[in-house]
Every structure is written in C-alpha cells, then in structure tokens.
C-alpha cells in the first residue's frame, strides 16, 4: 500500500489517533499524517500511507481553508471554547464592523498563538509546559492569512467566517484577534478545515466510511496515488531504455534523459511506462534520486512500451 488517504477528521480525536485507526485498517506500519488539526478541530486531514511518507517534503500544503464561528462575549486562555474564560465583554459588533476589521487581519500579519498550543519550545510542545505549571509565552511570529469572508450571524453572538491561509496559521488566534480589533473579548467556537492543499471535502473519507471499506475489502479502492498531491511539480517520462538505473536507483545523465534539461535544482516528477517512480532533482549534468517509489506493479509492467 502507497498512497494518500484524505480522512475527514471527526471533533474530539487526535491526529495521531487517526493515524493508529488507519495503521489497523491498511496493516501497514509507515503510516503518518501531513499537518495536525487540533484535537477539537474537525476537517480533512491527509494521511499517507507506506512510500508516499517520503514525498511529504514535497507536498503543497501551504494554502489551507477552513470555516469557523468566532464567539464574542468572552476571551479564553486556549482562545477556543474548551479553556477557561479570562475577560468577559458586552460590547458585541455588528456585522459590518466585524467584516471590517477581518479585512484587517488579512495579507501578512502577526500571531502570537495561545500557550495551549502544539508548537514547540526546546522540545516541548507548549501546551504540555503549561499543564505542568510552567509559566511560558508563545512566540510571535508571521503567518499569511489570503481572505477572510465573514458569512453570516450565528446564534450568541458568534459571526461565520470562512478563512483561506498559509500554514502556520493558528484560526483561535484569528478569532481572539478579531476580538480585540472589535473592541469586544472573543474566541473561536467551531472549527472545521475543508481544504489543505490539493486534498478538499470531495475526496475526503470518515473514519466510518474507512472501517466498512477495510471490513469488505475494498478500502484500497478509496486510495490516493503517490503522486496525487505532486501536479505543481514538473514531470520528465523516461525512456524505457533507462529502465537498468531506475531500477536500480542510479543517476541519470539530463541531456540523455531530456530533450530540455531541467534547471539546476529543480525537483522533477519521474515516470517510466506510464507509471510514476518517484521524485529526482537535477544536480549538475545527472538526476539524482531523492525519494524513489516504485509502483507496486514494478515487476509486472518490465518490457512494456513506455507511453
């Protein structure tokens, strides 16, 4: 099994838990996911499963979405819903003033997340330093948030927002943020990520959907290729005459390989019969392997045309 899963995560369970269900399910021990969702947090989480762990380097996660409802009335120290209330406030905005100072926390701009957060500090996620006591801060740093669409009202004063960001982007400190600009304490109530990189809504699989598959047999039938996430990376087909160095994972000459010879560098998607091995980076006059997969059918398809 090689490939990408795109888990719809539920509310309540961790990342890693998700990657534990779909290591009983594939029987498969390299399994892992690219990017954590919050354990409250619901959405599309990918999971990769066997060879396809090594092209996590390469994949386009940068762009996320989500929707969430920001809650006014009240800050927390998580600034999510699960965490204990620091401020309270009735100043509550209207619909206009929040969607003007959304506009306001848009480009690049400044976070500085809560302490109950996964990023680390000599090690140590933070939220593990504050549950035992420690008295840290988390450290600001820039993010890329791309639009903020503030949707609609919801009911206690929340407002819907759908939010299109670059990774890092913590959306509990968007909604504490927004709070402040609005002059009134604020906090996120929901959270669900529809997008995170090239895996959306319409390829994602509940864990429930998952377990009956692998019950009949069928879940292979639900996964993704290896190269699935990799179109926004040049591809090179490779003659068949090539067939001895790819197999056996040595360098390839560029100009033998290539009627135009990739830049210095440059990382390439590499096919052979039609079927994709992995990916190369030019270094000098050769191709060099950097993470080779060979599809599962490799032996198989020895002596057929290249397409």
């Known amino acids: 099994m090689n490939g990408f899963f795109n888990i719809m995560k539920p509310p309540g369970m961790t990342s890693a838990a998700v990657v534990a269900v779909m290591r009983r399910l594939t029987g498969e021990k390299r399994v892992g ?9 619901a959405g599309v989480l990918p999971i990769m499963v066997g060879k396809a762990a090594r092209l996590f380097d390469y994949l386009v996660d940068k762009e996320k979405e989500y929707e969430a409802v920001a809650a006014f009335g009240q800050r927390m120290d998580t ?3 699960t965490g204990t209330v620091l401020e309270t406030g009735d100043n509550y905005p209207s619909l206009d003033t929040v969607r003007a100072k959304a506009r306001e926390l848009t480009g690049e701009i400044r976070q500085r997340p809560s302490i109950y957060s996964a990023i680390k500090m000599g090690g140590k996620p933070l939220y593990q330093r504050a549950r035992e006591g420690e008295h840290v801060e988390a450290p600001e740093r820039t993010v890329t948030v791309y639009s903020i669409d503030v949707t609609g009202e919801e009911p206690d004063h929340g407002f819907s927002l759908r939010v299109r960001c670059g990774r890092g982007t913590y959306i509990r400190t968007l909604c504490d943020d927004l709070g402040r600009k609005c002059g009134c304490p604020a906090h996120m109530r929901s959270l669900v990520r529809t997008r995170s990189g090239v895996f959306g809504l319409d390829t994602a699989l509940s864990l429930e959907e998952a377990r009956d598959l692998a019950a009949r047999g069928q879940l292979t039938e639900k996964m993704l290729p290896p190269d ?3 179109d926004h990376l040049p ?4 003659s068949q ?3 001895k160095q790819v197999r056996a994972g040595a360098k390839i000459p560029a100009g033998k390989a290539c009627e135009d010879p990739p830049p210095e560098g440059e990382i390439l998607r590499v096919y052979m019969t039609g079927n994709f091995w992995g990916m190369m980076r030019r270094e000098g006059p050769y191709l060099v392997w950097k993470a080779q997969i060979a599809p599962e059918n490799a032996e198989e398809i020895r002596g057929q045309p290249c397409r």
């Open 241 to 243: 005459a090539f067939e």
């Open 33 to 41: 996911h690219a990017g954590t969702l919050d354990p409250e947090a």
């Open 79 to 81: 600034q999510d819903a």
């Open 228 to 230: 699935y996430p990799l």
């Open 235 to 238: 591809a090179v087909h490779l």
